[in-house]
């Protein structure tokens, strides 16, 4: 039965919780077996709560049998990503300045998904301060991947992606600046989605403003992607910016007719962005699955000239905003690509800000211009395969140096820049048996249609259902 309640998508967990055939103290048993079995030698979940898992777990089965209205995710356990504020439960940003820190709040998003149902039973990995797309720092270690656990899970949200394929919960809460929703989606073979600016409000800060990063969910299908931001979407009072999406239309059926859809794809984002030969061998296998659906897919790609100096300006003021003033305190006990992006944004001019603000208008101009002609922009998720975990990142792609560590993440950064919806959905494996994401990007405010569009490729393909072979993961 446990076997059986692992491999349950949030959806149907919900369900058969409402349904009384699954009680929630029972899915909380099989998910804390489920870390006591793999999560030695993952390192996906670095803090938990038990007796206040429980105490939830016990609430959630009394309503059940109350016949009280239930929420959507009623009873369903869940960590969440360490970078999320959760109230009376330590949350590090995975950093040693904050190794025993147990804030006070809970941030929206975590609010939202407490109000929806969750037992949340404790906090998935991170690298420090979410900087980069690979999960390590001193506090908890590295995060390896449920595939093959010499490799990387990716990051920032790489121990929520883990998490998702080890099969310890079936849905994450994650955040995505330059693909920390995408990239360990590739690695790990699950769903990220990194929606659309507003439909996830931008939570308060020192810059209200800020538009980059985007909170967003993670799932083993998009089915549960939906759910997620049915609970996860919709206008917040604090919030700048208005909601493109209500969050009522992700309840809409995902099923569609892809004919006449028409598809521009790269290789390289028309930029010369260097992709791993065995990653572009695995998704140029996946493109006819489109056609064989009735989609026409054709070579194009967004003129993205303007991207990376947008992505580039803005990432680093948004550091120099968020982390400058601890770095400028404790700047020793703070990890050296931090602080680069600290540095990098302390440097930036008038000129600078000018120059990145003219950028994004052209840049937002030629993806009009764009997606007048082309319904979905497909792209590869991740420049290469899930890399040796020791490694702090990738220094080269096929013999291509990168000149600093964010190069190997251009993938997902220069569709960050655009600030458009991107989901990553599975895509298929390598011949060492590695997992591959497929990008797939839309206009801003088709959330639900770029759903569809995977839902319509995860269910022609179905990868998303190939597990790692946990058999031999324990210690």
């Given at each position: 039965?446990?076997?059986?309640?692992?491999?349950?998508?949030?959806?149907?967990?919900?369900?058969?919780?409402?349904?009384?055939?699954i009680?929630?103290?029972?899915?909380l048993?099989?998910?804390?077996?489920?870390i006591d079995?793999v999560?030695?030698?993952?390192?996906?979940?670095?803090?938990?709560?038990?007796?206040?898992a429980?105490?939830?777990?016990?609430?959630?089965?009394?309503?059940?049998?109350?016949?009280?209205?239930?929420?959507?995710?009623?009873?369903?356990?869940?960590?969440h990503?360490?970078?999320?504020?959760t109230?009376?439960?330590?949350?590090?940003?995975?950093?040693?300045?904050?190794?025993?820190?147990v804030?006070?709040h809970?941030?929206?998003?975590?609010?939202?998904l407490?109000?929806?149902?969750?037992?949340?039973?404790?906090k998935s990995?991170?690298?420090?301060?979410?900087?980069?797309?690979?999960t390590?720092?001193?506090?908890?270690?590295?995060?390896?991947?449920?595939?093959?656990?010499?490799?990387?899970?990716?990051?920032?949200?790489?121990?929520?992606?883990a998490?998702?394929?080890?099969?310890?919960q079936?849905?994450?809460?994650?955040?995505d600046?330059?693909?920390?929703?995408?990239?360990?989606?590739?690695?790990?073979?699950?769903?990220?989605?990194?929606?659309?600016?507003?439909v996830?409000?931008?939570q308060?800060?020192?810059?209200?403003?800020?538009?980059?990063?985007?909170?967003?969910?993670?799932?083993?299908?998009?089915?549960?992607?939906?759910?997620?931001?049915?609970?996860?979407?919709?206008?917040?009072?604090?919030?700048?910016?208005?909601?493109p999406?209500?969050?009522?239309?992700?309840?809409?059926?995902?099923?569609?007719?892809?004919?006449g859809?028409?598809?521009?794809?790269?290789?390289?984002?028309?930029?010369?962005?260097?992709v791993?030969?065995?990653?572009?061998?695995?998704?140029?296998?996946?493109?006819?699955?489109f056609?064989?659906?009735?989609?026409?897919?054709e070579?194009?790609?967004?003129?993205?000239r303007?991207?990376?100096?947008?992505?580039?300006?803005?990432?680093?003021?948004?550091?120099?905003l968020?982390?400058?003033?601890?770095?400028?305190?404790?700047g020793?006990?703070?990890?050296?690509?931090?602080?680069w992006n600290?540095?990098?944004?302390?440097?930036?001019?008038?000129?600078?800000v000018?120059?990145?603000?003219?950028?994004?208008t052209?840049?937002a101009q030629?993806?009009?211009?764009?997606?007048?002609?082309y319904?979905v922009?497909?792209?590869?998720?991740a420049?290469?395969?899930?890399?040796?975990?020791?490694?702090?990142?990738?220094t080269?792609?096929?013999?291509?140096?990168?000149d600093?560590?964010?190069?190997?993440?251009?993938?997902?950064?220069?569709?960050?820049?655009?600030?458009?919806?991107a989901?990553?959905?599975?895509?298929?494996?390598?011949?060492?048996?590695l997992?591959?994401?497929?990008q797939?990007?839309?206009?801003?405010?088709?959330?639900?249609?770029?759903?569809?569009?995977?839902y319509?490729?995860?269910?022609?393909?179905r990868?998303?259902?190939?597990?790692?072979?946990?058999?031999?993961?324990?210690?």
């Open positions: 039965m446990s076997d059986q309640i692992i491999e349950l998508s949030a959806s149907a967990l919900a369900l058969a919780i409402r349904r009384r055939e009680s929630a103290n029972e899915a048993d099989v998910h804390l077996a489920q079995r999560n030695p030698r993952i390192n996906a979940i670095v803090t938990q709560d038990r007796e206040a429980r105490h939830l777990a016990v609430a959630a089965d009394a309503r059940t049998l109350s016949g009280d209205d239930l929420p959507p995710l009623h009873g369903v356990p869940m960590t990503k360490d970078t999320h504020s109230a009376g439960l330590r949350t590090t940003f995975g950093s040693p300045l904050f190794a025993d820190h804030p006070d809970d941030d929206l998003i975590i609010d939202r407490k109000a929806a149902g969750v037992v949340t039973t404790g990995n991170v690298p420090e301060f979410a900087a980069g797309s690979h390590f720092n001193e506090v908890f270690g590295t995060t390896t991947n449920p595939y093959d656990p010499s490799v990387s899970a990716g990051g920032s949200s790489g121990g929520a992606a998490a998702l394929a080890a099969r310890i079936s849905i994450s809460d994650g955040s600046m330059g693909g920390s929703l995408r990239i360990p989606a590739s690695f790990c073979n699950v769903v990220g989605f990194r929606p659309s600016l507003g996830i409000p931008v308060p800060s020192l810059n209200a403003w800020s538009w980059l990063s985007r909170s967003g969910p993670l799932a083993r299908e998009v089915t549960d992607i939906a759910l997620a931001m049915s609970v996860l979407a919709g206008p917040d009072a604090d919030s700048p910016y208005p909601n999406v209500p969050a009522r239309r992700f309840l809409e059926p995902l099923q569609r007719d892809l004919t859809l028409v598809i521009g794809w790269s290789d390289d984002f028309g930029l010369g962005i260097p791993q030969k065995e990653v572009l061998r695995v998704l140029h296998q996946q493109l006819q699955v056609e064989d659906l009735g989609a026409t897919v070579q194009a790609a967004p003129d993205l303007d991207a990376d100096e947008v992505f580039s300006t803005v990432r680093a003021f948004d550091f120099a968020s982390y400058g003033d601890l770095v400028a305190r404790h020793d006990k703070i990890k050296p690509e931090v602080r600290v540095e990098r944004g302390l440097a930036l001019n008038g000129a600078d000018v120059s990145a603000a003219l950028a994004r052209r840049l030629k993806t009009r211009i764009f997606f007048a002609r319904d922009f497909a792209s590869p998720a420049q290469l395969l899930p890399f040796d975990a020791a490694l702090r990142y990738p080269e792609i096929d013999g291509r140096p990168f600093n560590y964010l190069e190997w993440m251009r993938s997902a950064c220069v569709v960050s820049a655009t600030g458009l919806p989901l990553c959905v599975p895509a298929g494996f390598s011949e060492s048996g997992p591959v994401g497929l797939l990007v839309m206009d801003h405010g088709q959330d639900v249609e770029l759903l569809r569009v995977g319509c490729f995860e269910q022609a393909t990868y998303a259902w190939q597990a790692p072979d946990l058999r031999n993961t324990g210690s």
